[in-house]
Structure formats: structure tokens, C-alpha cells
């Protein structure tokens, strides 16, 4: 029986060659009014070229064949890099949004400099880092002083100038640019994280007694785990009364964020203790225990001491004037005295009335003796008067006493100490059974003592110091490692391994066989007689011919030993149809072994006829 092949399709048939279309394969070319196709020795036409004919023509290539493997993995591994870069793109995030232009270019510079390999927002045009070098971005900014200038406070009023804004806008805006000029003044202190200033600017009225004075309110919240000491808030209460006219300290307020009220005046508090006496005698009480500490802590162990201190202070302030005369019992001295006496001398009337009016007087005459003369008559009168004025001296001494504050009125001290770890080797180092072993009553007697030494205890003030033991729950130890599956190391391993799981899939898969397809040797021809002859007619079939093409058989000698039976396993005694189960399996499975072949050719056409 005679069988005809059909036509391979070759593109380089269409090259112009003779004999192209090739009578070995009984093709031939059929010309229509629509074009060119190629049929085959039964007639049926075969597809004219496709699309991609031009590029099945450059595959078949031998040079391309050759290089195809290589630009097979250059694809791959660039695949691979572009998926790794992919995942592994860091997240941007803007940074200090708000910045003038100037500042923006500062700052841009000297992060790329510090190579955090910023990024300009073409969007919005803020500067952008990587999310996991944001914080990191920000403290290396704010060392460089960036930003510099921000448009808030007084250079806001610049744009804002108009001819029809009222005066109470004017007001408006002033106030809030003092706000807002204070609040950037206090963000200066370095333990102020932020802040907000409130300002109440009454009208004030051209009268003295009828003005009434501003008021100011502070809210500063302090960096994490810093807080504002009241030396500071000191500091912004006259910082504001000093840059607000007629403003006193007095009415100026400062909270924190957590509401609290923490301006404090100089005066004295009327219930309690003002805050430096509190921190006084908050800081006493830190050294007393300190004190208990390191005099405990050699013998029971650091871990093992626990103090309190309680001190009661006294800060009244007694100011005393004394004044003591003689002190020395010397008696009064003399130190000035001035005597004067006064003497008049009177005489009777006498002569003729009114006879010395009419004559002028006697010419006056001085006279050194002032001595009574008996001269004078004996009716004449005189008067004496005399004073004498003595100052003494005394000792005398001046004392203005003023008592110190803070004097310690009682005290009151707390000790609690460890128990020692049970016994759990007697006196001679063998093991036994835990027991315990707690401080003798002259252990806690001689602990007493020193703290009372070092403490400072007197009795007469009523002071108080126990020392007790007792046993101390374990601290509880918290975990502070964070997940597998939230650490950001981890997570990116498994991203990185699994991307190259996938990878080596994919080489494996795709990559493997298409380069194997290309790098396989072509099988030889199969020689034309194997098809047509007597053999092909009468013992080949359509599937064996397809094995000889797939096969590569060059001879008819290759062919005859290929088809030459083999010498079988089987004896006659196997074949007995009364063997059992066992044994019918294992003939079927020797015959299996002998020629695989042509058992599965006998099952593919028992498949069909069925």
C-alpha cells in the first residue's frame, strides 16, 4: 500500500531557489486572484505567511539559535532586577511642608549632601525623603538651623496692608501677629517642643485710673521625656510682660499640654508650701535617702534596699531687734556738760518825775570788774539765775537677728530590707533542702543604728527610723523584642528570598526548557526508502514512520535491527492459564520489562477499538 506524505510548509521555499517547493515533498504553488499560497500533494492549500513569519525566519537563524540561550537569561536576570527593584522602592514622605523657596533650596542641597537622597514633588513641590529616613532628615535640619524664615508673626502684616481695612482688623491682626511672634520667640528654648500665646489687648482709655492691663495665656508642650523646668516658665512670664506694654507678671499664665497649671509666683502660697520650698524639701529627702542607700548597699546588695524619707521643714521667717546698754557694768561716764549762770541788777526810783526825759544819758563807761561794788546803794535789788546741762555715756549694743527657714522640725525615715536567699548547703557544703535564713534581730538592731547615724536622728525632735525585712517579689521582666513578622529586616529577607524562589522557578520552568529547545542537535535525515519500501507497506504505520522521523534511523540495517524480535523471558510453562493472581501479575510485568513498546502499542489499539 502506497502512502503519500503531506507538504511541510519551509519559509525558505519562497526564496527563489529551483525546484523550491520541492517535488520530494509533493508540494506545489497555486497563484489565485487574492495571492500566492502553497498546496500541498493532495491539493488542500497550506496558510500563506503570517504576521510573524519575518521573525520565525530570524529564530531559525543559526547565529540567532546560537545566541538566543544567552539573551534568554540576560531577560531573566533583567526581569529579576527590575522585580527586586520594584519591591524594594522606599516610600517617600515630605518633609517640613511650609518652607519659602530659599529655605527649600538650602535645605535640598545639604540633604543630598548628607546623601538622604531627597526627592522634588513635581505635584506640590515639597522635598521628599524616604520614609525611613524621615526623622533622621529632620534632626539633621534643624542642626543646620533650617528653616530659617517662615511668613507668620509681624512679616504677615506686610501683605496684608489695605486702605479700607477697618481699625478694629488692624487690631486684629496686630494682636495675632504678637501671638504669633511670641509663640516662635518661646519654641526657641530647646526643651519647648511647640507653643501657643493668647493675648487679651483691651481698648485702653486716655483716662489713668480708667485703664485696665493686658492679660497673656502661654500653652507649651515640651519635647517627649523633657519637661519645663519652673526656672523656665519664670523665664516666658516676664519674657511676655516684657513684650507686651503694661503687662505685669502677675497676669501672665502658663499650662502645659496636659493642662496643668504651672506658673508660680515668688509670693507665698495661702495653703501650703510655695514650689521652691516644695522642691527644698523634695531635693532634702533625695539626698537622706541616698544617704540610706549607699550605706545599706555593701551589705544587703543594691536591688535589696528600699527607703522612704519624710521630713517636716519649718520655713517661717523670724526677723529679731535686740538693743543692751551696759553690758559690762561700768556704770554710766560723763561725756559733755555746760553750765551758765545769769545775774540783774535793780534800783529804786528817785529825783524829780520827768526830769531825765528832757535831758539826754550818760555816756556809757565799761567796767572789767564784775565784782560787786559796795558802791551801790542799799536800796538796789539783783537776781541770779543759773543751768547746767550733763551728758552721759552708756554701752550699748544693736542686734537684728533673722532665723533661717527650713530648719527640720521631724523626721521620718522608712527602711525595708531584702531576706538573705534560703540555705541550701549545711555547714558542711552538702546539699539539703532549702531553709530559710532570715537577719537576726542584731543584724537589724546594727542596720538601725547606722541609718539613724547617717540620718541624723534626735529623739528630742521626734524623729522616727524603722528598718524591717521582708522578702521582695521578683521584678517582672517585660519583652521588649518586637515579632518576627513585624520586624522590618526580617520582612525584607522573606521578600528578597522569596523573590528568588520565584526567580529560580521561572528559570526552571520557562527559562530551562526554551534554552534546551535551542542548544537540542537537530536529528539527521531520515532516509526516503525507510517510508516507501516493501517494509513501509506491509509492517509500518503511520506512528512508526512519525518514530523513524523523530528517531533519526539513517539505514535500512539500523531499521532491521531495530525490528528484529528479541529473544523472550517467557517458557512455555508461564503461559499455563491455571496460574494464579500472583503469578498472571508477574508474567504481566516481565513482558512489561521485555518490550514496553509494543505492550503499550497493543494497549493504544485495544483504546481505540474500543
Known sequence: MATATAATFQPNNFAGTPGAAGNATGGALATSGSGTALAGADGAPVPAPGLFTPMQQMLQQPGVKKAMPFILMGLAILLFVLTYLTMNAPNYRPIMPGMNEADQQTAFEALKQADFKPVLDAANGQITVPTSRYHEARI????????????TGIESLKDQSAMTTSQFMEQVRYTAAMEQELARTITQIDSIQTAR?????????????????????????????????????????????????????????????????????????????????????QKLEDVYRQRVSQILAPIVGDANVRSQVNMSLDFTQTETTTEDFDNRKEGPKTRSEALSED???LKDASGIPGALSNTPPAAPSANTNTTATGASAAG??????????????????????????????????????????????????????????????????????????????????????????????????????????????VVNNLKTGLLGLLFVAFIMMVIRPAVMH????????????????????????????????????????????????????????????????????????????????RVAAVLKNMIKAG
Open 518 to 597: 535551542f542548544i537540542a542537535p537537530e536529528p539527521p535525515p531520515v532516509d526516503p526508502a525507510l517510508l516507501e519500501g516493501p517494509l513501509a507497506d506491509g509492517e509500518l504505520s503511520e506512528a512508526d514512520k512519525q518514530a523513524l522521523q523523530d528517531g533519526g534511523v539513517e539505514s535500512m540495517e539500523e531499521l532491521k535491527a531495530k525490528m528484529m524480535p528479541k529473544k523472550s523471558n517467557i517458557s512455555a510453562e508461564m503461559l499455563d492459564t491455571a496460574n494464579t493472581y500472583d503469578d498472571k501479575v508477574a508474567l504481566v510485568r516481565i513482558i512489561v520489562a521485555d518490550d514496553a513498546a
Open 380 to 489: 538796789d535789788k539783783s537776781t541770779s539765775t543759773s543751768r547746767s546741762t550733763r551728758n552721759f555715756e552708756l554701752d550699748r549694743s544693736v542686734r537684728y537677728v533673722k532665723a533661717a527657714s527650713g530648719t527640720v522640725e521631724r523626721l521620718s525615715v522608712a527602711v525595708v530590707i531584702n531576706e538573705r536567699a534560703p540555705l541550701t548547703k549545711n555547714e558542711k557544703g552538702e546539699p539539703m533542702d532549702p531553709k530559710p535564713n532570715p537577719y537576726t534581730e542584731e543584724e537589724i538592731t546594727r542596720m538601725q543604728s547606722l541609718v539613724r547615724g547617717v540620718v541624723g536622728f534626735d529623739e528630742k525632735r521626734g524623729d522616727v527610723v524603722t528598718v524591717v525585712q521582708a522578702k521582695f517579689e521578683p521584678e517582672q521582666v517585660y519583652d521588649m523584642s518586637v515579632p518576627w513578622y513585624k520586624d522590618e529586616s
Open 140 to 151: 539633621f535640619l534643624a542642626s543646620k538651623g533650617l528653616p530659617k524664615t517662615t511668613n
Open 197 to 281: 500665646v493668647h493675648l487679651a489687648m483691651p481698648k485702653q482709655s486716655v483716662f489713668v485710673r480708667d485703664r485696665t492691663a493686658p492679660k497673656a495665656s502661654i500653652i507649651v508642650t515640651p519635647f517627649p521625656g523633657r519637661y519645663v523646668s519652673p526656672t523656665q516658665v519664670q523665664a516666658l512670664v516676664h519674657l511676655v510682660a516684657s513684650s507686651v506694654p503694661l503687662m505685669s507678671t502677675e497676669n501672665v499664665t502658663v499650662v502645659d499640654n496636659q493642662g496643668k497649671l504651672i506658673t508660680d509666683t515668688t509670693s507665698e502660697a495661702a495653703l501650703g508650701l510655695t514650689s521652691a520650698q516644695t522642691q527644698h524639701k
Open 343 to 345: 545775774k540783774n541788777t
